[in-house]
């Protein structure tokens, strides 16, 4: 069997041996044992079922939310000599009548749907006049609320293997590994005494970077100038940022394009089309880019802003470097980053798993205020072990990080807000520490409180950096979107009573890292 995989391997792939996991799938989808795949992007995934579709009497369905990827992929494997086909919402009614034609006289090897298709009933009916030889399941974790994609029409999944009666071998992939989403994929597809694979989540070549920041602007405009003719991805929290991003710095002559989802598909479809093919450089894009993109060249990947939660955060930032060659995943932190991400959480509208998106989010907090290893951080939060305390390519592990005790600026602001009544933002606070004499203070009457000028000397910068700290630090919360508003937390107000001390991290690059052009 082996053998044969290999032949088809250098046959219908040009290379010469398997990856690490791919031999051992194939193997047990062809004896015909279910399979849950765990590798990260970029690691191989697609072979582990295509080999084995081909070698197996009948046609295998491929489930894949990837709808605008399906195209391509198929018609690469046709190139390669594989009769494949794909069925969802951009096919006419004469071309998926085509299809079906096609398929139930068993032309295909593969046969790629969308997750949506699962629930119509001339899908499902077609699917019992032909002879199924494998189910395979990509992206399996969009079958759980707790992964970062959940649709629906997974859950149908397990029922196509009992509809038709053949009980057709199960193979899921993902590349998102938490111990909950993992359950959710054994049982919610059912899975049946699966074999079990994960691969390496450490990316040795990436090199992982948090810098906290407040102007991110300059920083991006340097480090891409720096990076000149490199394929790079920014990844913004909104569409308003990416188009701004990007207009930018195309106004500094790079060449750079956009990917959300408020163009259009034709502007979408060209745009990335631009990046995969190197007439653009930098790729400036929501969340909405990247998911199954195919181009292993990609040298950094920078987060504009922090992501909702850390499994997001690695599957995109996991995009750089797939071929190999170090690259950079730096992450540009501030404050008003999980103030953003606390108003998307409020604004949406699935209340059941509210509480734990603010839970996911507290953990990529703590990823960007941690001063330990960064890899080991993201390994263990995959629930690997990672067996080093230090991995030397990461932004903690490079550098040296002096402390300055903040208590007494903390306490300051602090009492400034409670006195001001926890009714305002950070703007309004600073104003009043600094003695501003500007129209509203005066109305409201603060220029009569204690803490009024108490803080003049200090520079608008170095305040707004300390209320950065006490926020991130959980001292401060932030609520309301448009117009935020500071309040004091539990710990904040045991820093009001001198029973808990501030620090302020001050990062010195060791050797060459972005955190060096601060
Ligand atoms: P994933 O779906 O896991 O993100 P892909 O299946 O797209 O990854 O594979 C990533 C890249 O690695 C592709 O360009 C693919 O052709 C290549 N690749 C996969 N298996 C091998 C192999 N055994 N040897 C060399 N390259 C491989
Ligand atoms: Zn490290």
């Keep these: 069997m082996l053998e044969k995989a290999l032949e088809l391997l250098k046959k219908y792939y040009g290379y010469e041996s398997f990856r690490e996991g791919q031999e051992e799938i194939i193997n047990n989808i062809l004896s015909k044992r279910d399979v849950l795949a765990i590798m990260p992007t970029g690691g191989g995934k697609s072979l582990c079922y295509q080999l084995p579709a081909l070698m197996l009497d009948g046609t295998a369905i491929v489930i894949s939310p990837l709808i605008s990827l399906m195209k391509d992929q198929v018609d690469t494997l046709r190139q390669m000599g594989m009769e494949a086909a794909f069925i969802n919402s951009t096919l006419s009614v004469a071309e998926l009548r085509n299809i079906i034609y096609e398929a139930e006289r068993e032309k295909y090897k593969l046969l790629y749907v969308a997750p949506e298709r699962l629930e119509s009933e001339g899908f499902t009916e077609m699917l019992k006049n032909i002879k199924i030889s494998m189910i395979a399941v990509d992206e399996a974790h969009c079958v759980s609320q707790w992964g970062h994609d959940f649709r629906t029409s997974y859950l149908k999944i397990k029922e196509i293997r009992h509809m038709t009666g053949q009980n057709p071998v199960v193979s899921a992939f993902t590349a998102t590994a938490t111990a909950q989403v993992k359950e959710d994929i054994i049982n919610l597809i059912e899975l049946k005494n699966h074999f079990e694979l994960i691969t390496g989540f450490d990316r040795e070549n990436l090199k992982f970077e948090v810098i906290r920041i407040n102007k991110k602007f300059p920083f991006v405009l340097k480090y891409v100038e720096e990076n000149k003719g490199k394929p790079g991805i920014i990844y913004c929290i909104t569409r308003k940022i990416t188009d701004e991003v990007c207009a930018r710095l195309i106004a500094a002559g790079h060449k750079a394009v956009k990917y959300h989802a408020g163009l259009n598909d034709r502007e979408r479809a060209s745009n990335q089309d631009d990046f995969l093919y190197d007439n653009a450089d930098v790729m400036v894009a929501t969340n909405a880019f990247g998911m199954g993109i195919d181009k292993s060249n990609i040298r950094y990947v ?209 050797s060459k890292s972005a955190a060096e052009t601060l």
Excluded: W
Aim: with cysteine; charged share 25%; glycine share 6%.
């Design 302 to 510: 920078i987060h504009y802003n922090m992501p909702k939660n850390i499994e997001s955060y690695y599957q995109e930032a996991g995009r750089a470097g797939r071929d190999g060659e170090s690259s950079d995943c730096i992450l540009l932190f501030s404050p008003s980053d999980i103030v953003m991400n606390n108003f998307l959480i409020e604004s949406s509208f699935n209340f059941s798993s509210k509480s734990k998106e603010y839970e996911k989010l507290r953990d990529m907090t703590n990823y960007c205020n941690t001063d330990k290893c960064l890899r080991k951080f993201l390994i263990s939060y995959f629930d690997e072990k990672y067996e080093k305390e230090i991995c030397g390519n990461c932004s903690s592990c490079l550098s040296t990080v002096e402390k300055n005790d903040i208590t007494l600026e903390a306490q300051k602001i602090l009492s400034c807000i409670y006195r001001m009544g926890e009714r305002f933002g950070s703007n309004s606070v600073i104003d009043v520490l600094k003695g501003s004499s500007n129209q509203k203070i005066k109305a409201m009457k603060f220029h009569e409180l204690t803490t009024y000028g108490l803080m003049k000397e200090y520079d608008k910068d170095t305040l707004k950096e300390i209320i950065s700290v006490l926020v991130s630090e959980g001292f401060l919360s932030v609520s309301g979107g448009k117009y935020p508003v500071l309040k004091i937390t539990q710990s904040g107000n045991m820093v009001l009573r001198g029973k808990c001390s501030v620090e302020i991290k001050k990062v010195f690059a060791k």
